[in-house]
């Protein structure tokens, strides 16, 4: 899909009643997820980032509060941010049958006549995803949304190790390491 198609998924999708609330956007372009994001800030009700489900620092997100917005808010279209961090940082974490929480707000259900959204952009973690959850029930997958990206090139990413204990670990070309100024 071009990014053009999925904003348009999104908008004809706003209030139409649907038991599955959660929307996944898969982007692996940055200057296309930058725009995603920044186009849905406009279409839906509002933004939060899922750091503000965390209890303080460095904890992990209460998705149990996430859940609940889909309650307090029946109607309302919320795009929520940072979910394709949360899966890079706790990976492991989601592959643990006993300890994972993305899948069950994947699997979440609703009363059959709400139309509240959820909106998760995800930036370059499809193969995560597919890797957290091998099969996706027929019903939703067509919930789920794939940016075709404009062109081939990778986006540049800069990687700045903070620990002299794991300079070694980065063996990259043009990493800095230390506290820089």
Request: glycine share 4%; net charge neutral.
């Amino acid at each position: 899909m071009t990014p053009e198609q999925v904003i348009d998924r999104v908008r004809q999708d706003k209030g139409i009643k649907s038991r599955f609330p959660l929307r996944i956007i898969f982007v692996d372009q940055f200057d296309q997820y930058k725009m995603i994001t920044n186009k849905l800030a406009a279409i839906c009700d509002g933004t939060i980032n899922i750091a503000d489900f965390c209890g303080g620092t460095d904890t992990y997100p209460d998705f149990a509060k996430i859940q609940n917005l889909l309650i307090e808010q029946p109607s309302r279209q919320i795009q929520l941010l940072g979910m394709g961090e949360y899966l890079r940082f706790a990976f492991s974490r989601e592959k643990n049958a006993q300890r994972r929480q993305l899948i069950s707000l994947w699997n979440k259900q609703q009363n059959a006549q709400d139309t509240a959204r959820i909106i998760l952009p995800m930036y370059a973690c499809y193969d995560l995803w597919e890797r957290v959850v091998p099969a996706v029930d027929e019903r939703q997958a067509e919930h789920i949304w794939r940016v075709d990206a404009t062109s081939f090139t990778q986006d540049r990413v800069k990687v700045t190790v903070f620990s002299d204990a794991f300079s070694s670990l980065l063996p990259v070309v043009g990493a800095s390491y230390g506290i820089t100024q």
